[in-house]
């Protein structure tokens, strides 16, 4: 039995003249069906059938199953981003036909115009910045007046040494955790004055990453296309800003701005 994959929702911008999504023929999540346009007015739909049985509880919680055809979902909401604003649907969203789909777009056409509307011209990036920890560390030790009353009153004696340089470590533990929030609200506060939204993003663990450094901050903006050069060249001198403290920031996008669509009251039927 096959159903209905919802990709997008998106204007009219993305179609050619005779309603196929501009550009060459995109491949969608079940290779076996084209990707196509559900239209109501000015409104579309980016879909592909698929078959429902595919999408089960377990190959959605298989990496094996889902890489390839979240990446092949990716491609399709890039792709019509390119030519019309997009409010992005995570991956998975299925309908049992188009009745069903296009029920829900007529229920929630006012808050997705809105949406639309709100988001032309206008993308999503993220700023994620890693920390080189012994750098930041090595900085506290030499400057941080409790800790250097802390080392200059260690002991001669090795076990009560030992205790004392324990204390010491979590002292220098503390300034860094310290430092870092006042970091990320310094940061978060200089760059949100760029953008449009702005939201902070959960931290993820180096085997997340893949990097040895550890991440300290991650967060989501919303910009302008016009505004984007002003933004890099706060970023930019923000990194200069916090080189010293082995601070690395990193800007990634433009990206559908799944982090700043409109909150809908169900996602699939």
């Not at 082995?246 to 996008?253: A, C, H, N, P, Q």
Request: glycine share 6%; aromatic share 8%; charged share 20%.
């Amino acid at each position: 039995m096959t159903g209905v994959y919802l990709y997008c929702l998106a204007r009219s911008d993305c179609l050619a003249a005779n309603g196929a999504l501009l550009g060459p023929v995109l491949q969608g999540v079940d290779e076996g069906y084209p990707v196509t346009a559900l239209c109501d007015g000015d409104l579309v739909a980016v879909i592909s059938e698929v078959v429902i049985a595919d999408f089960s509880e377990q190959n959605l919680q298989t990496l094996e199953w889902i890489g390839a055809r979240a990446t092949r979902h990716e491609a399709v909401v890039a792709r019509t981003m390119a030519h019309s604003p997009v409010l992005p649907v995570k991956f998975g969203t299925l309908y049992h036909g188009r009745a069903s789909l296009k029920d829900f777009l007529q229920r929630h056409r006012p808050t997705m115009e809105l949406g639309l509307d709100k988001l032309r011209g206008k993308s999503e990036w993220s700023v994620k910045g890693y920390l080189v920890e012994q750098d930041a560390r090595n900085i506290i030790a030499a400057e941080d007046s409790e800790v250097l009353a802390r080392r200059a009153s260690l002991s001669p004696s090795p076990g009560l040494r030992y205790m004392q340089q324990k204390q010491l470590d979590a002292t220098i533990d503390a300034a860094l955790e310290r430092g870092l929030t006042r970091v990320n609200h310094d940061l978060q506060l200089a760059l949100s004055r760029y953008a449009l939204e702005a939201t902070f993003m959960r931290l993820h663990a180096s085997a997340v990453t893949g990097r040895s450094e550890r991440m300290v901050f991650n967060s989501s903006f919303l910009l302008s296309e016009e505004i984007l050069d002003e933004f890099s060249a706060a970023l930019s001198q923000q990194q200069d800003a916090y080189a010293s403290i082995g601070l690395i920031l990193e800007l990634r996008g433009p990206w559908p701005p799944y982090n700043f669509c409109p909150a809908l009251s169900e996602v699939a039927a």
